[in-house]
């Protein structure tokens, strides 16, 4: 009995104890070895870990996810994300069949400073390295066509991806549509919207859908920016000079009420050249690049 | 029959007292349980991870059940003298061996079923939480049946690491034993370097020598299939079988040369 009692009173003192230390700062600094890695050679990896390499793939996919996390929210410029390839280069060479490192981790590699290293040449190498593992997933081809079409801006690649996800057995039928479209007018609001939904509307995991809600979002603003502009155009016809603020077009009636995004952010208007843009704060920006239809 | 199975028994009985067995076991269980967590670290496939995680649990725990105290089986009996006492009843020293090793398989069996309830729980749980869109993605259901011919391979696999780990306290110490059993399983996991050892060397002495210890050495990872199952790659009954098949014959070759060096074993 007493022998529990002291290990009750032990047990509290360690936990005020902690709690203290935490208030106090006093706690240890970090060791900053979160961009080391040891060993960067799949082959050597696959062999070290005997018969627990799926298991050695998911703690360097976890590696991965948390190295590209933390290097995004950190608050410095110069975010690197100098590791992200190699770990995912282990991860896959560990489990060649580990579909989420493929098409993650090319969005991860592919976006754009500062959100991502913008590396879609390497984003595509780890997706043509998957599709030779398992040529029978259209989805591998399929982001293949989305990294070129998304982030290089080559539609007609894009397009050439997306015919050969649509001929892989088992693609769904709108893949050789949208190959179509994308070869047809690739790089207008409309067929990127087309794209975002259908990966809205095909994504298994949470993490794409988010991505494609996000997406479709910002095409919408750009849809309304595109409105608001032709809506400043007309106020300047009519009236001679371009609106000082959106108050003015609210009181010639050309708006019901100051135009906002998604996010509940009012666009803001340039009173000397007519443009529009989101506002700096709202979450949606930056935009992606404006229209470059073929 | 009847004294392997009285010794059998016995053995299971004094695994069960052993506490070094429970905290495994509530380890393992407790590692599977918090997979869940593990699971929420990272983007998408959590159920992968959670997949991967149970069954290298199994596989590592079971391992650890079936070294550290297979290397004590025979010798502990020599060390406490209670060999003498227990050769001068009307058992063979082979019956001795076997018993020994049917008690130890069932100890183990036991902690595999049980580590194996607590995975396909988790597995249940998250199957049933997880919304109908996310499970349809899935490559197959999370309790997938099929996990269980992966479980079978381990269970197999671990019979024949109990058998070697046996074979070695026969003769040595069991720190001795633990290296070469471990050794052993380490070298039967590069098997299938031994078989393509000629694209690398030359000699063709040396060519021979890794191609004879590919037949004769033990090929652990014949036994690993857990990437297949957890992708819902199809593994054939056949391959199944015919695994199964060779575990249990090299279990047989172990445990008769068990008993033949036990038999000649002089303990005056």
């Known amino acids: ?34 961009n080391l890695l040891y060993v960067r050679s799949g082959e050597f990896m696959t062999r070290a870990v005997l018969s627990f390499d799926s298991l050695a793939a998911d703690v360097y996919w976890i590696r991965a996810v948390q190295h590209y996390g933390r290097s995004k929210l950190s608050g410095g410029v110069d ?15 560990l489990d060649p069949k580990f579909d989420i490192a493929y098409r993650f981790g090319a969005v991860f590699l592919a976006e754009r400073p500062p959100a991502g290293p913008g590396r879609p040449d390497q984003a595509i190498a780890l997706l043509e390295r998957g ?18 079409y998304w982030y290089l801006h080559d ?3 894009a397009a050439e991806w997306f015919k050969r996800s649509s001929e892989i057995p088992g693609a769904p039928n709108w893949l050789a549509p949208l190959a179509a479209v994308t070869l047809a007018q690739g790089g207008s609001r409309g067929s990127s919207r087309q794209l975002w ?8 995991a949470d993490w794409l859908r988010v991505q494609a809600r996000f ?45 906002v995004d998604s996010e509940r952010h009012p666009f803001e208007l340039n009173p000397f050249w007519g443009t529009v843009t989101l506002d700096r704060a709202s979450p949606l920006n930056p935009l992606p690049a404006p229209e470059q239809p073929r | 029959m009847r004294a392997v199975r009285h010794i ?23 590692l599977i349980a918090t997979s869940y967590l593990l699971g929420q670290l990272t983007a998408g496939q959590d159920i992968k991870i959670i997949k991967d995680l149970g069954l290298a649990s199994i596989s590592v725990f079971g391992l650890l059940i079936a070294v550290f105290i297979g290397i004590g089986l025979v010798w502990k009996e020599v060390e406490r003298r209670s060999i003498y006492s227990l050769l001068a009843k009307p058992i063979s020293r082979a019956e001795f061996v076997l018993g020994k090793y049917a008690g130890l398989v069932l100890t183990l069996l036991v902690n595999i079923g049980v580590m194996t309830i607590a995975f396909y729980a988790v597995l249940v749980y998250l199957g049933w939480r997880e919304i109908p869109e996310v499970r349809e993605a899935w490559p197959a259901p999370a309790a997938d049946p099929a996990m269980l011919g992966a479980i079978g391979l381990i269970a197999i696999e671990l019979m024949l690491v109990t058998a070697i780990a046996l074979f070695f306290s026969t003769f040595s110490s069991p720190f001795l034993s633990a290296v070469l059993t471990l050794g052993l399983w380490v070298v039967g996991h590069f098997n299938a370097d031994l078989r393509d050892f000629e694209a690398v060397v ?34 054939g009954v056949g391959y199944l079988a015919q695994t199964a098949i060779y575990g249990l014959v090299y279990i047989a070759l172990v445990l008769v040369g068990a008993a033949v060096v036990f038999s000649r074993r002089d303990f005056k």
């Open chain 2, 202 to 235: 030359e000699s063709r002495p040396a060519v021979w020598l890794a191609r004879t210890l590919y037949y004769v050495l033990p090929n652990f990872s014949a036994f690993d299939i857990k990437a297949q199952v957890v992708h819902a790659q199809p593994v």
């Open chain 1, 79 to 93: 975010k690197k994300y100098d590791i992200l390839y190699p770990l995912l280069d282990l991860t896959t060479a």
């Open chain 1, 197 to 204: 939904q259908q990966v809205l509307e095909s994504a298994d």
């Open chain 2, 8 to 30: 059998a028994v016995n053995v299971f009985r004094e695994s069960v007292r052993d506490k070094v067995l429970y905290s495994l076991v509530l380890f393992a269980v407790l």
């Open chain 1, 1 to 34: 009995m007493k022998a529990a009692v002291a290990m009750v009173l032990l047990l509290a003192a360690v936990v005020g104890l902690q709690a203290l230390r935490e208030q106090s700062g006093t706690l240890a600094p970090q060791a900053g070895t979160g």
């Open chain 1, 155 to 157: 539609y007609l690649r």
């Open chain 1, 131 to 148: 599709l030779r593992a398992q040529p029978g997933r259209w989805q591998l081809a399929q982001d293949l066509g989305f990294v070129h």
């Open chain 1, 215 to 259: 997406r479709l979002r910002q095409l919408d603003a750009m849809d309304q920016i595109a409105a608001l502009e032709q809506a400043v155009k007309l106020y300047e016809r009519r009236i001679g000079s371009l609106p000082m603020s959106w108050a003015d077009m609210v009181r010639t009636g050309d708006l019901r009420g100051i135009p």
